[in-house]
């Protein structure tokens, strides 16, 4: 298997919650946490910071991937534990048809790439693993995966937890869409038997009329003070569950443990709204450990010359595995050198083919914001094409591209296959193009171009509905922001021919601007973000 160690560059998010005692006040904040594509998370705290994992599926990096031919393989559903100094990340691995398999890394530095072990694989049949220590049978390290036999039910995605007298059992059920669900059993013996909860599920917002929809995979973990919270995903859909471009966003619920209609102990859940009220949290910081950008930092980079090293920023990321050299940063600004293959993976088409797609992207973290960037590009034959997208999967995304027709420079529109071309003004010649993705309400992505610096010139090439980009073939991913640059087929393998023009993009701008909070409100990203995450 080729699996990078390079670990949880993305994956990975670190909150602080350095303790502070003298606020003892309830909180209030904002979900989702995590905005933008984060599902699956599982959290740990350790020594007051927060370690959340999120499923990466095929983008790169992330968890680590290798090439797969579907768009909703790769890592799945890690979680993340830590027990005496070490931490570690279960996950699935599918892709290898017949051979979908556990895999397991360890470090004691979560933050350092390098420091992640190789995986360690083990075979297991069925998505998300969880890691489990019975400190009372001597630190026994157990394995729960889904479609664990239980007495009375089948579960899905369990993760498992020791309160009190108890183990208890956290169960992701009812699918991942809007019938998703937290269910609840516990147990005197690890082993079992198993009781369910009375009244499961303890958490949903199934058959509700509410604005997060699919709440379900949740994890639970315990705060520096020892107050308990979990993590799950959530779509902000409404119950329409038509327009949902951010796909699965993380979560985050208070957890208390009251006495149940039985006289005994249960797990609570507060249900997930947009507003939300808990124990005490620490005042937001960006003092925490780790290298690169916090999820909901805007975008401001200018490549080229002067441009800080340490490279192509954390938060972008790919499509499946990058050709080597097909992403760098020059005196030139980032040069994207053309692939074969187009957004939708062909002609190559093949598992290794599909490699060739040249895009880099970031989340897309907010319900409204803008995206731009200046390209150089000067196409020589008629399939040279280079742009910006809003991408969901090979088969949804939005592309605006700049092309030849006959001799024409031109734009080329493209929203999953309903195309539009129109001539580059010829006063715009030779000056670089500011491409622009502008997102004003929820339901439309708007798709202009300028010639850089000049926003007055503005000319709006194409709109397009937002549930274009909702789940479909992408149901477990969300939509990336990026660049594409591809020869439309032309060339073998992976390559173009030799001579093919490189694309450079010098200025990238990503600014969020506001997160519905419920289907009407919604909250203006104020500089100094309102909630950490945003
Ligand atoms: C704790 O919070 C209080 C109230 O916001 C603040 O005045 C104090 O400086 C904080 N202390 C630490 C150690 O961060
Ligand atoms: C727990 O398991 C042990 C054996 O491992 C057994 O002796 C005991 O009776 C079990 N307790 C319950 C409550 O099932
Ligand atoms: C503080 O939040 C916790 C968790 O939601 C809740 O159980 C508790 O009742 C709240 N306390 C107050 C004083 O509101
Ligand atoms: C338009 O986009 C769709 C979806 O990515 C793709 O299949 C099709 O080939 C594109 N058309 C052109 C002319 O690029």
Redesign the pocket.
């Known amino acids: 298997m080729r699996l990078s160690a390079r670990l949880l560059s993305l994956g990975l998010l670190a909150q602080s919650v350095a303790a502070n005692d003298s606020l003892s006040r309830n909180s209030t904040y904002y979900n989702p946490v995590l905005p933008g594509w984060h599902s699956d998370p599982s959290c740990v705290q350790v020594d007051g910071t927060f370690y959340c994992v999120t499923s990466t599926f095929i983008s790169f990096p992330g968890l680590p991937i290798y090439a797969t031919n579907g768009q909703q393989e790769g890592m799945f559903a890690a979680s993340i534990r830590h027990r005496r100094g070490v931490f570690y990340v279960i996950c699935e691995y599918l892709g290898v048809p017949g051979k979908n398999s556990g895999v397991l890394f360890t470090t004691t530095d979560p933050l350092d790439d390098d420091a992640w072990s190789n995986p360690v694989t083990f075979v297991a049949p069925k998505i998300d693993p969880d890691l489990f220590w019975d400190d009372d049978d001597g630190g026994k390290t157990y394995v729960a995966t889904q479609g664990i036999q239980l007495q009375e039910f089948d579960t899905l995605g369990p993760h498992l937890y020791k309160h009190g007298a108890y183990y208890y059992l956290l169960i992701a059920e009812g699918g991942t869409a809007l019938d998703h669900s937290i269910t609840i059993a516990r147990a005197?013996?690890l082993?079992g038997?198993y009781t369910p909860h009375p009244r499961n599920p303890i958490l949903t917002n199934r058959g509700s009329a509410e604005y997060f929809q699919t709440v379900g995979h949740g994890d639970l973990f315990r705060d520096a003070r020892g107050s308990w919270w979990g993590m799950a995903l959530a779509t902000r859909s409404g119950p329409e569950y038509r327009s949902y471009p951010m796909g699965r966003e993380a979560v985050l619920f208070p957890v208390t443990w009251e006495d149940g209609d039985d006289g005994d102990v249960w797990t609570v859940l507060q249900p997930v709204r947009g507003k939300m009220e808990g124990w005490p949290l620490p005042e937001a910081t960006r003092d925490v450990p780790g290298e690169g950008p916090f999820n909901g930092d805007p975008d401001v980079y200018d490549f080229g010359e002067g441009h800080g090293g340490g490279g192509i920023p954390r938060n972008l990321v790919h499509w499946r595995v990058p050709r080597q050299g097909a992403f760098s940063l020059t005196k030139k600004g980032l040069q994207v050198v053309l692939g074969r293959n187009r957004l939708d993976g062909l002609p190559g088409g093949t598992e290794e083919g599909a490699g060739a797609i040249s895009f880099v992207g970031r989340r897309q973290t907010h319900s409204l914001f803008s995206f731009s960037v200046d390209l150089e590009f000067a196409p020589r034959a008629a399939g040279h094409e280079a742009g910006i997208t809003a991408f969901l999967t090979q088969a949804a995304n939005i592309q605006l591209g700049v092309v030849l027709v006959g001799k024409q420079l031109s734009f080329r529109y493209n929203a999953s296959g309903v195309i539009k071309t129109s001539p580059v003004p010829d006063k715009w010649a030779g000056k670089p193009l500011r491409l622009k993705i502008d997102m004003t309400t929820p339901a439309e992505y708007t798709f202009a171009a300028m010639p850089a610096g000049e926003e007055k010139s503005r000319v709006v090439l194409g709109t397009a509905s937002s549930e274009l980009l909702s789940g479909g073939t992408g149901s477990f991913v969300g939509t990336l922001i990026g660049v594409y640059a591809t020869c439309n087929g032309a060339g073998s393998g992976l390559d173009c021919p030799a001579g093919t023009p490189n694309a450079y993009v010098k200025r990238w701008r990503y600014m969020g601007e506001a997160q519905y909070v419920s289907a009407t409100d919604k909250i203006p990203v104020k500089k100094g973000n309102p909630t950490p995450g945003w």
């Open positions: 005197r013996n082993t038997p």
